[in-house]
């Protein structure tokens, strides 16, 4: 489907550290996408809330063959009936979103998540796109607001980027709604090649931007501005009104918390999983 009918694809990120990563060790599976999370896998968690919502159209998952593929019947079986795409990842996040995006239609509205988004629902899908193509934007990421984030999970260290006007914890959901998104994936892609080397990062967003950063006078509006020169693609936000769109699996203790609030929330009596129609 493409932007006459509102619909999205979905890209899947499953690639990991590799052997090292150490959710993956501590579960003893292959790969990080195959932790499970209330007894399911999460990438298959991730894939049941895309297959959920209302307005994802396709689905592609781009991981690592030897670690993913052959090690969950349930996927590899989805992969062969061809109700998922299947790419190959590349060495860094950015080179395997530019990958899987090639193999897909230009014209067409994509949403970007990861494999360890394990509490990502069909609700927040919804939310996130139907709202994300209302700004007018080429590209534009999920962010939820620090002090909610804090507030449901007091527990949970999450990473938090402290603006003028105020905190924001990144939401691993991004929306590439324009070929000229194109240009967002390439800027990504120069921000990893010197993420080893500050200085060179100054250089690219700018000292003026970095300074009022670190003083705690950039705003979020200014900040998105700085990012749509710099990437020459207007960059857009949306605010998740949910905590748990926030929490990713990134560590041991993130994958302890993602079980206790699926335990939790199974208490509450809340509906299983949506499944593959």
Known sequence: ??????????IVLAGDRGPEDTVARAAGVSCKALVPVGGRPMVLRVLDALAGS??????LVSGSSSR????????????????????????????????????????????????????????MVDYFCTHAAE???DAVAGLA?????????????????????????????????????????????????QRKHPLKIVRVLGLLAV???????????????????????????????????AVDVDKVEDWMLAEEIVARCRTAGDKKPFCFH
């Not at 969950?72 to 996040?93: M, T, V």
């Not at 670190?214 to 905590?243: F, H, I, K, N, Q």
């Open 135 to 137: 700004t007018g934007c």
């Open 145 to 193: 607001r620090s002090d909610m984030v804090a507030a449901a999970f007091p527990e949970c260290r999450r990473t938090v980027t402290r603006l003028r006007d105020g905190g924001y914890c990144g939401c691993n959901l991004f929306a590439f709604l324009t070929p000229r998104a194109g240009n967002a994936v390439a800027f990504w892609r120069r921000i990893e090649e």
């Open 211 to 245: 300074l009022r950063y670190l003083l705690g006078r950039l705003t979020l509006e200014e900040g998105l501005a700085r990012l749509s020169v710099l990437m020459d693609a207007r960059a857009g936000a949306v605010w998740m009104p949910d905590a748990e769109a």
């Open 1 to 10: 489907m493409n932007r006459r009918t509102g619909k999205f694809d979905a």
């Open 68 to 123: 993913l593929l052959g090690h969950s019947a349930e996927l590899d079986g989805l992969i062969a009936a061809g109700k998922i795409r299947w790419a190959e990842n590349e060495s860094s996040p950015s080179l395997s979103a530019r990958a899987a995006l090639n193999v897909l239609q230009d014209d067409h509205p994509v949403l970007v998540t990861t494999a360890d988004h394990a509490l990502l629902t069909p609700q």
């Open 54 to 59: 209302t307005i994802i159209d396709s689905l």
